[in-house]
């Protein structure tokens, strides 16, 4: 089932401003491989049109950690929908830094929202 944080507020200036967010995926099970799909997205501008900006699809091996990381630093505001497949042992979390790397914000799988479908990404 997909899954969403939904659109995340990046202050434009200041101490709040995101630089980057990680994307950590770990693959709890002790014998299945499991399949993602992250889509990364920004919003900017006066209409905040969404604007994909990631795609990344991978397979996880039993007890794997992949962490994916993507810009953040001119999105007004910032998307990740997350799509996993026979996956019941997966933990997704997403941690969203500054330029220096400290930590500002986090958004648990237990917060994530879920969706119908991921968003089409038209090329």
Known sequence: MPYTTGAVYNPPTGSTHLDRIQISC?????????????????????????VAVGETLFQLNPQQLVVQTYSVALADYYEVQINFYSA???IINI?????????????????????????????
């Open 88 to 90: 019941v042992d997966t």
């Open 26 to 50: 770990l693959n709890d099970s002790i014998i299945s491989p499991i399949n993602l799909t992250l889509q990364i997205f920004h919003f900017r501008g006066a209409s905040f049109t969404r």
């Open 95 to 123: 941690f969203a830094l500054d330029a220096g790397g400290n930590i500002l914000d986090r958004i648990l799988q237990s917060e994530l929202t879920n969706i119908d479908r991921l968003s089409i990404i038209s090329t």
